[in-house]
């Protein structure tokens, strides 16, 4: 076989390699995505998104859960966003370079990868027994704001970084502080990038189940979170209770229920990236 | 704009004897027509270790334009950005010497460099608008440093910048498009008039015309001749021709150190080091 055969043999074999292994991943998705409507598309109605849970699954809905996830990911965006902007900004403008920005840094990047039932530790912990804040929607979203801080701060440093440097140049040769040298120019165009990281980050928050279970957030909610430091729920919680229950008909909430999440999940992509649209333009 | 420090800059005219040593051997004394903007005293300049200019002592006048050319890596633009201390961004980056404007030394204790950058204008080699529209890119600096008191005061700099960097017919009505669909001649005219929008008394201009097409680099040119009798302009370039076509000075650099420095006319024509003459004829570089 000549070498350019074999050349040409290889750039095939790759792209149907790589051809597989995209389709891998979207079969198995819509494999997922197809038994989950099937199960749970005939429950989704204005009673099942209104109604707190029951014991009879024909009554039951998600009112409980979809309000608690919404309060703990809003508050979580809240305190995750500016704190590790804050944090990202500092270690890539301000920070100087050497031995402890290198050891901060490499903890930041270990921290992205600590299992969330650590985190949910460290929220039982910390939050909910030496802060004495209960088994509250605040300890939940301080919980979750630990929980993607790492991440928060990564992506937003990334942004940071891809800003080119001759745009800096150009404003403080104009003199501009490094201030305004940030807030005026470096931002704005880091905006959309960073704002992908925040979606990611609060993408992950808003699934999590095994830190909030930790920090004893309720598996039965009867009512919506009235305020921070109410009792709550979260849509994973209510999904994985009904999951565990023998009756069939809980099952079809199951299914509505992650229906609900991820619908709520696509509002949340789709205004990121219509604001970074408006951003970039 | 006339000289408010005439007076000084006389004095330290006449104090720059070291200059002598460096590059007027055998010709006459290179700053006796024009009293000195920037005095630059054994200056050195280091990144972490190396060491990137060497001893350079050289007296810039006021109201012409001095060019700074020599081979790749030689130190004539890290020279240029010890003029406006945009090297301070650099980690690492050390200066020993000394650099005055006017008389005021600008490495001095209690220099303010925000301040300092707003008098000592820059253009780059790659042109960097931001990503705003034109009249945003002009105005930023008017913006930030407070200086225009009204709307209407804004716009009015804004055109006369746009003027003097001879953009404005091209822009005048698409003021509020974005700067980023200028052609690249436009947008580096545009980033000469960004940087004249804040007054400023010296002008740095760092190849700017490198990236640019032959009736685009003549424009600029045009502009840098135009801009000397408001302006005091360092210009680098790696174009002989440039630079003996826009420049009443050149100083010529190798290996971080100044080799000669003297009238253009007598660079290009009479040069009385070897290493000069070898690199204006295009034997090196």
């Given amino acids: ?281 | 704009m006339t000289n408010p420090n005439e007076g000084t800059t006389v004095t330290s005219k006449t104090a720059i004897p070291s200059l002598a040593d460096v590059a007027q051997q055998g010709t006459e004394r290179g700053s006796a027509d024009a009293p000195t903007k920037v005095d630059v005293t054994e200056l050195s300049f280091f990144y972490g270790q190396k060491q990137a200019l060497e001893q350079v002592t050289i007296a810039i006048p006021v109201n012409q334009v001095t060019a700074l050319i020599g081979p790749s890596g030689c130190g004539k633009s890290t020279f240029l950005r010890t003029l406006n201390r945009m090297n301070d961004i650099i980690p690492g980056a050390r200066v020993e010497g000394k650099v005055s404007i006017d008389g005021d030394d600008i490495y001095g204790f209690g220099t303010d460099v925000v301040e300092l950058r707003r008098r000592v204008g820059m253009v780059f080699q790659k042109s960097n608008p931001f990503p705003k529209s034109i009249y945003d890119n002009v105005a930023y600096g008017l913006r930030i440093n407070g200086m225009a008191e009204s709307h209407s005061e804004l716009d009015d700099r804004v055109e006369s910048s746009l003027k003097a960097a001879a953009l404005w017919e091209e822009v005048s009505d698409r003021l509020r498009e974005s700067a980023l669909a200028l052609s690249g001649g436009q947008q580096q005219r545009l980033c000469i008039a960004r940087a004249l929008a804040v007054q400023p008394e010296v002008l740095l201009m760092d190849e700017p015309a490198s990236a640019l097409d032959p009736i685009a680099t003549q424009r600029i040119e045009e502009l840098v001749y135009q801009l000397k009798s408001e302006y005091t302009i360092v210009i680098v370039t790696h174009n002989m021709q440039q630079a003996a076509r826009v420049s009443d000075r050149t100083a010529v650099f190798w290996l971080g150190k100044l080799v000669e420095y003297g009238r253009t006319s007598q660079i290009f024509t009479a040069p009385t080091e070897k290493l000069t003459e070898d690199y204006v004829t295009g034997r090196f570089g």
Wanted: proline share 5%; hydrophobic share 55%; glycine share 10%.
């Fill in chain 1, 1 to 281: 076989m000549t070498r350019r055969l074999r050349n040409q043999l290889l750039d095939h074999l790759l792209h149907g390699a790589g051809l597989g292994a995209t389709l891998l991943g979207l079969v198995v998705l819509g494999a997922l995505l197809f038994d989950i409507f099937s199960d749970g598309l005939g429950r989704i109605s204005w009673e099942f998104l209104t109604s707190f849970p029951s014991r009879r699954a024909e009554n039951a809905g998600v009112y409980a859960a979809l309000a608690g996830t919404v309060w703990v990911i809003s508050l979580t965006a809240l305190f995750a966003v500016p704190i590790g902007i804050g944090a990202a900004i500092y270690l890539e403008e301000y920070g100087k370079r050497g031995g402890w920005s290198r050891v901060i840094e490499i903890n930041i990047a270990n921290l992205a990868g600590v299992p969330s039932v650590i985190y949910g530790l460290l929220g039982l912990g910390l939050l909910v027994r030496t802060l004495a804040l209960g088994r509250s929607v605040i300890a939940g979203a301080a919980t979750l704001a630990l929980l993607v801080l790492p991440v928060v701060i990564l992506s937003s440093r990334e942004a940071l970084r891809a800003v080119s440097p001759s745009l800096r140049e150009a404003s403080y040769a104009l003199g501009a502080t490094k201030w305004q040298t940030i807030w005026y120019q470096v931002l704005p165009v880091a905006l959309p990038g960073m704002l992908t990281g925040m979606i990611l980050a609060l993408s992950r928050a808003i699934g999590e189940t095994a830190p909030l279970i930790t920090i004893g957030a309720l598996t039965y909610v009867p009512f919506a979170p009235d305020g921070l430091w109410s009792p709550f729920t979260v849509l994973p919680i209510q999904v994985f209770n009904w999951v565990s229950r023998p009756q069939e008909a809980f099952l079809e909430n199951a299914a509505a229920g992650i229906i609900v999440l991820l619908a709520l999940l696509l509002v949340m992509n789709g205004t990121a990236a219509w604001l970074r649209d408006r951003f970039q333009q």
